[in-house]
């Protein structure tokens, strides 16, 4: 099936340092990513929508400058968090859709743990 | 009022008996719907899409129902395994951004022996 991989799966930051995570689609091309955020025992909430070359659709509230999405190519989304802080500290995941396949959903990556320190 | 809305539980489960739960959502625009598993800090897997005429999947069961805006996970015979979080998920076509994904804020299922 259709694997997007993230990278990486655990990082711990100090207050004011900035963090990459990757997203990668294997063996499919991603034409749209989302980024997720999902604080505990809450539900995953869209940040954005990175469509391949061009800008971000970044949901309300979320600030664009402090969270940079780059969708260079169509098998990778990048997502930095930028000038981090402790409320920054979440577990945040990345999606995209297999084309094609109505069963297959949406494919989910494993997630990157951000703690902020 | 939430767009996707479940209850949280948790549903404590005796091993081999049924349990059913629904999620609702509020637009009714909403074209595509599927049930995800979370576990403990992991990332959704999906389970099943969910069908207008309903669909099955070995014990688990969905169903849609469009009038009343809901979707149900009825999950068979129990298994310790199945303690987990389920994700109603909902998905709208938005004209400029094009599919939106909207997370329920699942219900936990606890299957004990």
């Known amino acids: 099936g259709a694997v997007v991989s993230q990278h990486p799966s655990r990082v711990i930051c100090k207050s004011g340092t900035s963090v990459k995570i990757e997203c990668r689609s294997l063996?499919?091309?991603?034409?749209?990513m989302f980024w997720y955020r999902q604080f505990p025992k809450q539900s995953l909430m869209l940040m954005a929508t990175?469509?391949?070359?061009?800008?971000?659709?970044?949901e309300q509230g979320v600030e664009k400058d402090k969270f940079l999405i780059n969708h260079a190519s169509l098998t990778l989304s990048t997502l930095t968090v930028t000038s981090a802080h402790p409320e920054d500290s979440s577990f945040y995941i990345c999606?995209?859709?297999?084309?094609?396949?109505?069963?297959?959903?949406?494919?989910f990556g494993s997630g990157t743990r951000l703690t902020v320190v | 009022r939430k767009e996707v809305e479940q209850d949280p539980g948790p549903f404590n489960v005796p091993e081999g008996a049924t349990v059913a739960f629904n999620c609702t959502y509020s637009n009714s625009a909403s074209q595509s719907f599927f049930w995800y598993r979370q576990d403990c800090r992991k990332e959704p897997k999906l389970l099943m899409s969910v069908y207008s005429s309903g669909n099955e999947d070995g014990r688990f069961t969905a169903q849609l129902n469009r009038a009343s805006q809901y979707i149900s996970l009825l999950i068979r015979d129990s298994k310790l395994s199945d303690s987990a979080t389920y994700l109603c998920v909902v998905s709208v076509m938005i004209k400029a951004a094009g599919n939106k994904l909207t997370f329920g804020g699942g219900t936990r299922v606890l299957v004990k022996p």
């Open positions: 999606s995209a859709k297999v084309s094609g396949t109505v069963n297959y959903g949406y494919t």
């Open positions: 990175s469509n391949e070359g061009s800008k971000a659709t970044y």
């Open positions: 063996d499919f091309q991603a034409t749209t």
